[in-house]
């Protein structure tokens, strides 16, 4: 009989029930005992609810109190010596300190998981010699299955992932392996005699490009494993994307019981499939269900996929699952109550996956005839969407078809527009400004939460905006910034505002993922074609604007980014959805430079990380990404002024794309970086305006004049000086104001002492 699969469950908890515990321990204000026990409650939940929608492989060790990789570098003792003499087993606060840093000691480096929000603590290889330092999976497999009656599959990322998610290599790469799979072979063999009958390792990193000595190290690590004496049987699980010819015929020819592959991604596995087939014996794991986005399966799609793979591997071989870990998703779409019934009914969050996984499988066993209703019900769904949802618009897409090279074109190119705008501003050498937002004090917090409740009316919400405005232009100009910004206080994220604004657009109340941590977020929901009902920004700008004679910046989040972080309708693809946005926000902009708004920043801090997995597909993502960037910005005269800010990007592999932006002024972070990353503007010869952050707005400290005026010498070794903007690594608002005001001023005059040298 074919069997359902979860491959990793969401951990935050229905309501949040983590992040809360995790930030009131940190706090001091709840016990370690207290944690554990929200996390308990949280992982037995999420064992309940898989068991009694009928999953039969429920998975286990996929919780985490803040990051799965950072849970496997406490497994395998891979802990810097700079948190303190090894401990035979990683204790929580070491844990911890390795998470959020402690004092003086800095944390892991946080980066991202793949092409997901996710963020992941990078394990170092330098660290002192690895043993098994964690008992957490042989604990979470025991608590699931005392639970469940029945053993649960343990979760470990495989060795391979984390050797080649890791930095700091010391030794050739084969060695590291060696120094580590003694431990995974441990932990098998313990998981084995606990009675675990499968282990799920996930190596993810075979979806991205992988030399041949990758794969050869692949190779013989699992020759290793699944050597070990007495273990599991082993689910080798990829996912976010195919594997290639190369890895497939490595992977295919590895002792192991099971291969999982994710067939929603793309068509590549698909493909591979249909040329080579499957070994025989062994299981193949078919992830047929979405893990990445909160569509509801097509059932008819999905049972011909699996037909499909039925016609290569028995059905008893067969695992019905979702393309990856449901962590991606939120909980559960019932939560819901005020979206459209319609947009609702198209829905799919974790708790719904399961179902559907249930149902497909069944279909499997039994035939769709077995499935007849719930296919009718699903057919159903779709059918009123289209009826009800407003998914189609007429006048976005003639717009869309209408445009020509012009839209994407600005009149004239920087070498023209350079001396324009140099006339009309008359900005020092090296221009002081921010990126855009200034601390949301709790204040300003209770005044939006107070508003949105209905107590407090649009008239008394919109003065208080008009207020804090008021003060944060006074005082830029008290301390000197040359390029002024309205502060941002309108917004609690520089996604969800524009969101709320757009037709096309659902929020949810409790679509939370977990972004690390108890960080999370909440995507907003792009179901139907993007339409601009109104101007979003430009009563705030205006407002701005009309109390300084200093130029203030117009600020908007960015096509691109804007579509990266929210979840995507399916049925047009990626790009036309960035285009859609783009012509929003190109209206947005032509309306701002209708108000007197003479420079605009159009922030794309998520440009990069939208990057497919695969080399291969970054052209064809660059030049949509940059085009859609373009249809938005490009619509203003030579002498209006286009900014952008990056965020924090590696730009040497990008740069061309960057250039093609056609931004007059760029702003990135880089005050942690030592000018590595100016170095390829400089090699590129990257002719427009850059500010390169002298200000580290991720720590509490208020820098020194002496210490952002070094940075600013460093960064003119790579620039020209007509070239440099001065400005923080990114908003501020998250700081406190008591931090932001005195380092604003350390900037400003860092720059006025550098200028005097000019
Ligand atoms: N303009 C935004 C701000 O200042 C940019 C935030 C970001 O880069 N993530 O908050
Ligand atoms: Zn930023």
Wanted: charged residues 30%.
């Amino acid at each position: 009989m074919a069997q359902s699969s979860v491959l990793g469950y969401p951990r935050i908890g229905k309501q949040r029930e983590l992040k809360r515990a995790l930030e009131r321990y940190w706090a001091g204000e709840a016990d370690a005992a207290a944690l554990q026990e929200t996390a308990r409650a949280v992982r037995e939940a999420a064992w309940r609810v898989q068991f009694q929608a009928g999953i039969d492989q429920i998975p286990c060790n996929d919780f985490s109190l803040y990051d799965h990789v950072l849970d496997t570098i406490c497994l395998v003792g891979l802990v810097p010596s700079r948190f303190g003499s090894a401990e035979p087993e990683v204790s929580l606060p070491t844990y911890f300190a390795m998470a959020r840093g402690a004092p003086g000691v800095p944390a892991l480096e946080l980066t991202k998981w793949f092409d997901t929000n996710y963020h992941y603590l990078v394990p170092e290889f330098d660290a002192p010699g690895p043993r098994l330092a964690s008992a957490k999976p042989f604990l979470e497999f025991a608590e699931a299955t005392s639970l469940l009656g029945r053993p649960a599959k343990p979760v470990l990322l495989g060795p391979i992932s984390l050797l080649l998610l890791g930095k700091y290599h010391q030794r050739p790469l084969r060695e590291h392996l060696e120094q580590l799979l003694p431990i995974y072979q441990e932990v098998l063999e313990r998981l084995a005699r606990a009675g675990a009958e499968w282990v799920q390792m996930d190596e993810p990193v075979l979806v991205q490009d992988r030399s041949d000595e990758e794969l050869q190290l692949l190779r013989a690590a699992y020759r290793v494993l699944g050597e070990a004496s007495a273990r599991p049987k082993l689910m080798l699980q990829t996912y976010y994307g195919s594997l290639d010819d190369a890895s497939w015929d490595v992977v295919m020819s590895l002792p192991i019981e099971g291969i999982g592959l994710d067939f929603v991604r793309d068509d590549g596995n698909r493909a591979l499939l249909n040329r080579h087939g499957f070994p025989q014996g062994k299981v193949i794991g078919a992830g047929v269900v979405n893990g990445r986005n909160i569509w509801r399966t097509n059932l008819v799609e999905a049972l011909e996929k699996l037909e499909e793979i039925a016609e290569h591997v028995e059905p008893e071989r067969i695992w019905v699952q979702p393309s990856c870990t449901l962590l991606h998703l939120p909980h559960d779409v019932r939560l819901e109550t005020k979206l459209p019934a319609a947009v609702r009914a198209l829905l799919a969050f974790a708790e719904q996956r399961l179902e559907e996984l249930v149902i497909l499988t069944r279909a499997l066993n039994e035939g769709r005839a077995a499935i007849l209703e719930e296919l009718e019900q699903n057919a159903e769904a779709f059918r009123l969407a289209l009826d009800e949802v407003r998914v189609y618009r007429r006048d976005v897409r003639e717009r869309l078809a209408a445009l020509t090279e012009d839209d994407f074109r600005r009149q004239s190119p920087y070498e023209m527009r350079e001396p324009l705008q140099r006339a009309r501003f008359h900005l020092p050498l090296f221009p002081t400004t921010t990126i855009g937002s200034f601390p949301q004090t709790p204040d300003v917090r209770q005044a939006r939460a107070r508003w949105r409740a209905g107590k407090l009316s649009d008239e008394d919400y919109w003065g208080f905006i008009r207020e804090r405005i008021a003060e944060v232009i006074r005082r830029q100009e008290e301390i000197g910034l040359d390029v002024l910004v309205h502060g941002e206080y309108e917004r609690a994220d520089m996604v969800e505002y524009f969101a709320e604004q757009l037709e096309g657009f659902v929020l949810t109340e409790h679509g939370w993922v977990q972004s690390y941590g108890s960080r999370v977020v909440r995507p907003p929901i792009i179901f139907g074609d993007v339409a601009r009902p109104r101007p979003m920004t430009v009563e705030v700008s205006r407002c701005a604007q009309s109390l300084t004679e200093k130029p203030v910046k117009g600020m908007l989040t960015g096509p691109v980014t804007i579509l990266n972080w929210s979840f995507v309708r399916e049925d047009i693809p990626r790009r036309e959805v960035a285009y859609q946005i783009a012509l929003a926000l190109r209206d947005e902009v032509r309306d701002l430079e209708a108000a007197g708004i003479s420079m605009i920043q159009i922030d794309e801090p998520a440009l990069r990380e939208g990057l497919p997995l695969r080399r291969a597909d970054w052209p064809e993502y660059l030049e949509w990404a940059v085009r859609a960037f373009r249809l938005a910005s490009s619509g203003v005269r030579d002498d209006t002024q286009i900014h952008s800010h990056m965020c924090y990007s590696e730009f040497n592999d990008i740069i061309e794309a960057i250039d093609a932006l056609d931004a007059d002024v760029i702003s990135i972070e880089n005050s942690r970086s030592r000018g590595e990353l100016l170095q390829a503007f400089q090699e590129y010869r990257y002719p427009r305006q850059i500010g390169p952050g002298v200000y580290d707005v991720h720590s509490a400290r208020i820098p020194s004049v002496e210490e952002m005026l070094e940075l600013l010498e460093r960064a003119l070794a790579f620039l020209r000086p007509e070239q440099l903007w001065v400005n923080p690594d990114c908003g501020l608002k998250t700081r406190r104001p008591e931090e932001v005001w005195p380092s604003l001023s350390n900037m400003v005059e860092a720059a006025r002492r550098l200028r005097a040298r000019f």
